[in-house]
């Protein structure tokens, strides 16, 4: 990404990969179900953040030399994972 956007997407995609971790921590330190699943929703909805601002930056070809694969990949993954977590059984 350009240097100009180093305080700007790339600071918000740091924070919304911070967000997913925590949020499963805290999450997993909930004794309610209730309680658990919704820090499990902001998590996911974290990863989606960060996904929603990759396709931004790959629209304004911030990202062009950079072979994402990998990457989607693993959100699409952690997206599923987090999902089953949030609704087990579906």
Same mark, same amino acid.
């Given at each position: 990404?350009?240097?100009? =956007? ?9 924070? #919304?990969a +911070?967000?997913?971790?925590? !949020?499963?921590a805290?999450?997993?330190?909930? /004794? *309610?179900?209730? =309680? ?5 929703? &902001? #998590? ?5 953040? &960060?996904? #929603?601002?990759?396709? &931004?930056? !790959?629209?304004?070809?911030? +990202? /062009?030399?950079?072979d +994402? *694969?990998?990457?989607? =990949? !693993?959100?699409?993954?952690c997206?599923?994972?987090? *999902? #089953?977590?949030? !609704?087990?059984?579906?």
């Amino acid at each position: 990404m350009p240097p100009d =956007e180093r305080f700007g997407m790339i600071s918000q995609i740091r924070r #919304a990969a +911070l967000s997913v971790h925590l !949020n499963i921590a805290e999450g997993a330190s909930r /004794k *309610s179900e209730s =309680e658990r699943k919704r820090f499990y929703e &902001i #998590a996911r909805g974290s990863l989606i953040e &960060i996904d #929603a601002a990759l396709d &931004i930056a !790959n629209e304004l070809d911030y +990202l /062009k030399d950079q072979d +994402l *694969s990998r990457l989607e =990949e !693993n959100m699409v993954r952690c997206f599923k994972i987090l *999902s #089953a977590m949030i !609704n087990p059984g579906h």
